[in-house]
């Protein structure tokens, strides 16, 4: 695959034009990883971005324990990347990164994408957009309820036709359906027996005086009404199926919401025990310190003035 056409792959490229994704592609370097060669580690300042052009690579966190084995957080290959927003801020790195193959990996660094962006001000204000839209979009998860109830807000927006059709699709899958037509043909053959029709009204006499039903056997004009309410049937069905199609859809992306914000939720409250640990520590250090120097001022015998040692 083109180095061109990776960069289409990428959210914050994807808007580019065609001439500014050719020279982003030119500034682009390879830069080649043995299999279990570490591309850069937890903690690390970085300062480029990187696309993977062949191989694959690991991203994980390393564990405290030098016995215990890392946590892996994903697994990328051709044509995913990793490490763009070292390309827009001086922290240091998340994770650690791995070559789990031979891998070669495009470099783009924050002076190569800052040059590019001092000549081409278009291309600037396409990348500013695409990052206000994340964000925009981030915001909005971050202040809105993610766990809502799919059901009862798609139900909200259905139109009355809609709302007949789930109903048909409803009463043609339950035994009301099946009872309400067995009794309607047993109801429409005894209607035709001809001393029940004269009784009722509903009959036909032939030339010769004949009488018979309204719909006699073989009951041609009750199977065209049957045949119409088959036909009717299959649309109204696979339009109620397709709602519910689109309703597990929405259902689905509610899901995911939930979850990516109850993931962002425990990044904060790992980063947050994170520096509250790392303060307690030093508090610790400090407070460790002074007893040491307390206790080596205990130690240390004190000279009484114009005297011997006390």
Known sequence: MRPADLLTQIPLFQGLADEDREALTARLAEKA???????????????????????????YLPSADKDAPP??????????????LSL?????????????????????????????????????????????ERLRETNAMLTQRASTDANKEFE??????????????????????ILMLLGLTTLWCIVNIPSIAVHVGLYTKGDDGHVTGFDPFPYILYNLVLAILVSLQGPLI???????????????????????????G?????????????????????????????????????????????
């Open 71 to 84: 946590v892996v957080l994903k697994d990328l290959r051709t044509g995913e990347y990793f490490g763009e």
């Open 238 to 264: 696979v339009m109620s199926q397709n709602r519910q199609t689109a309703k597990d859809r929405a259902t689905a992306d509610i899901d995911f919401r939930v979850n990516l914000k109850n993931e962002l």
């Open 33 to 59: 990883f043995r299999s279990g060669d570490i591309v850069f580690s937890k903690d690390d300042v970085g300062s480029s971005m990187y696309v993977v052009q062949s191989g694959a690579v690991q991203i």
């Open 156 to 177: 909200e927006s259905l139109s009355w036709s809609q709302r007949l059709a789930d109903k048909v699709a409803e009463l043609n899958g339950s035994w009301a359906f």
């Open 266 to 310: 425990i990044e904060k409250m790992l980063a947050e025990l994170g520096a509250m640990r790392a303060e307690m520590g030093k508090r610790l250090d400090v407070l460790e310190r002074g007893t040491r120097a307390d206790r080596v001022r205990a130690e240390v015998p004190v000279k009484s003035p114009g005297g011997p040692l006390a």
């Open 88 to 132: 827009f801020d001086n922290k240091p790195r998340s994770a650690s990164v791995r070559a789990m193959v031979d891998t070669v990996l495009l470099e783009l660094t924050r002076e190569e994408l800052g040059e590019h962006l001092g000549r081409s001000p278009k291309a600037a204000m396409t990348i500013l957009s695409e990052m206000g």
